[in-house]
């Protein structure tokens, strides 16, 4: 198993859309571990932590994004798992 961890910055439209509900759901169906939570610059950051493959099934779900989000950027940086979440939750 290829665990990875990915730090994700999602930019658009993307708060007030229910775009952390969107992202939680999809990270929970993908078994994934981590946070997502709203930047003050209006992006969404995403910490995602699983199987590779899972994580980027997740991400082309967050470049797609729930009704009434427009995403104009993903930005991922990938590095080793840490494994220092139980489960995947909004945290903010």
Not at 35 to 52: H, L, R, W
Request: hydrophobic share 40%; aromatic share 8%.
């Amino acid at each position: 198993m290829n665990l990875v961890r990915a730090e994700i910055k999602v930019i658009g439209k993307v708060q007030g859309v229910g775009f952390r509900w969107f992202v939680n759901q999809h990270a929970q169906n993908l078994e994934l571990k981590g946070t997502v939570q709203n930047n003050f610059d209006s992006s969404v950051f995403v910490i995602a932590e699983g199987e590779k493959e899972k994580i980027e099934k997740l991400i082309s779900h967050l470049k797609i994004g729930p009704k009434n989000s427009r995403v104009e950027n993903v930005e991922i940086n990938w590095s080793n798992v840490t494994n220092l979440f139980l489960n995947f939750k909004i945290t903010g």
